[in-house]
């Protein structure tokens, strides 16, 4: 069973740096010595096994299973059941009786709070979370670009159609800052969480730049104290926990 502050991290379309989102404010809740769960309810696009490169198999105990354990933060994902790297084949029943698995039959224990990665849009998952969490409360995620907070304000108001209370807007991708120059270049154009999170009626909680390469040329997806993205996320979390 799921305790303490349930957060679903949800977006109107795929591409926006959810999952990425979901994780980093996950690690951060922990390093403020919050207990910490979270699932990815992806179901048939999981990708936080992959993100916090996670490559061991749940163990069970009495019928329930053990949640997997990484960076001081409690996870279950398709992932980690799955074979390989698989498609899952299912049709809607089965999505919700995966989520009543993970909500239900993982000793989770007792969590400050339970991070759910949701899939895109607004389909069974998403619903069947409203219906089976209705305390849930609920951040969406967009980039800056006109389309994506377009599609993302279908998401968020369906959090406001089942009364999940919208904690804000997370804008990813906000824009690219040159590091000798310190000038910040907007890719994807500008204002577009800002204006999301006023048709919303919620605050703009981040606005998150671009990740810089890390010294071997790769973009990491966690963002630990050296990365130009750690303050961003601490200071989310600090939002969160206030």
Not at 87 to 99: A, E, F, Q
């Amino acid at each position: 069973m799921l305790s303490g502050e349930v957060i679903a991290i949800t977006s109107g379309k795929g591409g926006v740096g959810k999952s990425t989102v979901a994780v980093n404010l996950a690690l951060s809740l922990a390093r403020k010595n919050k207990k910490v769960a979270l699932i990815d309810l992806d179901i048939y696009g999981f990708s936080i096994p992959k993100i916090m490169n996670i490559t061991s198999k749940p163990k069970t105990m009495n019928g329930k299973i053990i949640p997997i354990g990484s960076h001081d933060v409690s996870v279950m994902s398709m992932g980690v059941i799955a074979k390989g790297n698989d498609p899952i084949v299912w049709r809607g029943p089965m999505l919700g009786k995966m989520l009543d698995h993970f909500f239900n039959d993982v000793i989770w224990g007792k969590t400050d709070y339970t991070i759910l990665d949701l899939p895109p849009g607004t389909g069974d998952v998403a619903l069947d979370m409203h219906q089976m969490l209705p305390e849930c409360k609920e951040i969406i995620v967009t980039t800056p670009h006109e389309a994506a907070s377009h599609v993302a304000e279908r998401a968020g108001l369906m959090a406001r159609s089942t009364k999940h209370e919208i904690l804000g807007v997370v804008e990813n991708m906000a824009y690219f800052r040159e590091p000798e120059s310190g000038k910040n270049y907007y890719l994807f154009g500008k204002g577009g969480g800002k204006t999301l999170a006023e048709k919303l009626e919620t605050r703009l909680l981040a606005s998150i730049p671009f990740a810089l390469p890390a010294e071997d040329g790769t973009i990491p997806s966690i963002h630990e104290e050296t990365s130009n993205l750690y303050t961003h996320y601490m200071e989310l979390a600090e939002k969160i926990i206030d």
